[in-house]
């Protein structure tokens, strides 16, 4: 429609391909759909690859901990403190105390009863990790509310986490009732806080005031930071916590960070593969649709050398025509990629969805080097026809 509506140009070989676009017979429709619908699958698989990959490994901070320690029991904390503190003299660690608990009403209601939004869902469903803290955690950010004094004794507080506040419909002052030991312990909700869960730091969706667990027996979680440790030294200490308290869970988080980093690159294998089914379907389909067109095309160039059109003329005029049909088939293929790829990264997976320009600027040279290359490669085999044989035949 727009080589059709296009002004009138002076020159000859842009003329002839904005006319060849739009005339009957034209190559444009098998084109556009051949080897649009091939990029289009793979530009949505690309565009699915990359934000899944932005949201699993690229959100990861560039200092993660060492090690994740679980279970120190109460008894054990300042003995196992000492350990890792003369084994990792450098590294930096953070404990903090750890209990489970579920949450059974939000003011009053039973959660059964309620009908939850299913983003915060999660968060209602079976035990949560819970602890309580004198201070405000060093990686969250108070965004409402306050933070209750040091030595508060009144009423149990709790800090929730604020995109998990906002999807359950919660507010400053509400209570939540929490089971944790078998006891319902009800709470009010003093401030929000947001939480990065990529840091691989301690997050806790709830917590408490430290008054409204006293006495209650929990164990222990901690994490060690040491940027400068090198695998021996992790072995070290890994050793080490082993051989002393044998009932803590060592999780080093390097192996836990190389099992998600080979599940990306399977999945991102097995995403490319396909695309490059789709792909080379693409290309026989375009071939096919070239050569179709060929004998229609050596009437075309007859025709014009006899009225004097130069060869140079025509091979300018054919790659434009190809050039300006695979623009078209680009933003086709950009156009129905990034929506089909928004809606299943948004809609289906719940994740945020981006637009990644190394996809567009791929799809287009894609685009770009097929029409152009399998165009010229036919209009060459094209110019090379006799004139005669041709005009003889008319």
């Given at each position: 429609m727009l080589a059709r509506r296009s002004p009138r140009v002076t020159s000859t070989p842009l003329r002839l391909a904005l006319g060849n676009i739009h005339r009957p017979g034209a190559l444009t429709p098998s084109v556009v759909l051949s080897l649009g619908l091939g990029l289009t699958l793979l530009a949505t698989l690309a565009l699915i690859d990359g934000n899944l990959r932005r949201q699993i490994t690229g959100n990861l901070p560039d200092?993660?901990?060492?090690?994740?320690?679980?279970?120190?029991q109460s008894g054990e904390v300042?003995?196992?403190?000492?350990?890792?503190?003369?084994?990792?003299?450098?590294?930096?660690?953070?404990?903090v105390p750890m209990l489970r608990g579920r949450i059974t009403a939000l003011n009053d209601v039973n959660v059964r009863d309620m009908e939850i939004p299913p983003e915060g869902g999660w968060v209602l469903r079976g035990d949560r990790g819970i602890t309580y803290a004198r201070n405000a955690p060093e990686n969250a950010t108070l965004t409402q509310g306050d933070w209750w004094p040091a030595d508060y004794q009144g009423e149990p507080?709790?800090?929730?986490?604020?995109?998990?506040?906002g999807e359950l419909g919660l507010k400053i002052g509400d209570t939540i009732t929490?089971?944790?030991?078998?006891?319902?312990?009800?709470?009010?909700?003093?401030?929000?806080?947001?939480?990065?869960?990529?840091?691989?730091?301690?997050?806790?969706?709830?917590?408490f005031s430290p008054n409204t667990f006293a006495g209650a027996p929990h164990a222990w979680l901690a994490t060690l930071t040491d940027a400068e440790a090198t695998q021996a030294d992790e072995s070290q200490i890994l050793n080490a916590v082993t051989r002393s308290f044998p009932t803590v869970t060592t999780v080093r988080v390097k192996d836990a960070l190389d099992v998600v980093n080979r599940l990306v690159e399977q999945l991102a294998t097995a995403i490319r593969?396909?695309?490059?089914?789709?792909?080379?379907?693409s290309v026989l389909v375009l071939s096919g649709a070239l050569a179709a067109g060929n004998r229609a095309r050596v009437h075309d160039a007859v025709v014009l050398k006899t009225l004097g059109a130069t060869r140079r003329t025509l091979i300018a005029a054919f790659s434009l025509e190809y050039l300006l049909i695979g623009l078209a088939t680009a933003v086709f293929a950009l156009l129905a990629g990034g929506i089909a790829?928004?809606?299943?990264?948004?809609?289906?997976?719940?994740l945020p969805s981006s637009f990644l320009p190394e996809v567009a600027f791929t799809t287009v040279v894609v685009a770009l080097?097929?029409?152009?290359?399998?165009?010229?490669?036919?209009?060459?085999?094209?110019?090379?026809?006799?004139?005669?044989p041709v005009l003889r035949n008319l």
């Open positions: 200092v993660a901990p060492n090690f994740f320690f679980v279970d120190i300042e003995a196992f403190a000492d350990l890792v503190k003369r084994e990792a003299p450098g590294g930096k660690l953070i404990q507080l709790v800090s929730f986490t604020a995109e998990e506040g929490v089971n944790v030991l078998g006891r319902d312990v009800t709470a009010r909700i003093a401030n929000f806080r947001a939480v990065e869960w990529e840091s691989l730091a301690i997050n806790f969706v709830m917590v593969a396909a695309a490059a089914v789709a792909l080379i379907a790829a928004w809606f299943v990264v948004a809609q289906v997976m719940g080097v097929m029409t152009v290359g399998f165009g010229l490669i036919g209009t060459w085999r094209v110019l090379g026809h006799k004139a005669a």
